[in-house]
């Protein structure tokens, strides 16, 4: 394992270890990974929020992929909720009179390499 862990190291963690016991924590494996390398969960887990993986399982199913797998886990990562509100993509919601920040087309631009603002 490298010095500096990537994402791709994390998800590459997450797949090997799947098959384990569960815990009642969500991201017992994410926390696990990071408490090994020294790093604080926290932050890491709100952006693997922000691309989906609300738990081990959703990590590998939405945020594989979205994340660059040479991604440092200590380097800064914009969420598409951050990139929706830089760029000024917002939904807005008739019922309520509320506008949201537009999370489909954020990660749409984001995939695409988009890095307006």
Do not use: C
């Amino acid at each position: 394992m490298s010095k500096n862990p990537t994402y791709g190291d994390l998800f590459a963690y997450l797949r090997n270890h799947q098959r384990e016991l569960r815990s009642p924590d969500p991201y017992f494996l994410v926390k696990r990974f990071l408490s090994e390398h020294g790093i604080v969960a926290d932050s890491i887990i709100h952006v693997l929020e922000g691309f989906g993986g609300y738990d081990d399982t959703e990590v590998l199913m939405n945020a594989v992929g979205r994340i660059p797998a040479d991604t440092p886990l200590v380097a800064d990562v914009e969420t598409p909720e951050a990139f929706a509100i830089r760029n000024g993509l917002h939904v807005y919601d008739e019922n309520d009179g509320w506008s949201y920040p537009d999370l489909n087309a954020a990660l749409t631009m984001m995939m695409m390499g988009g890095n307006h603002g």
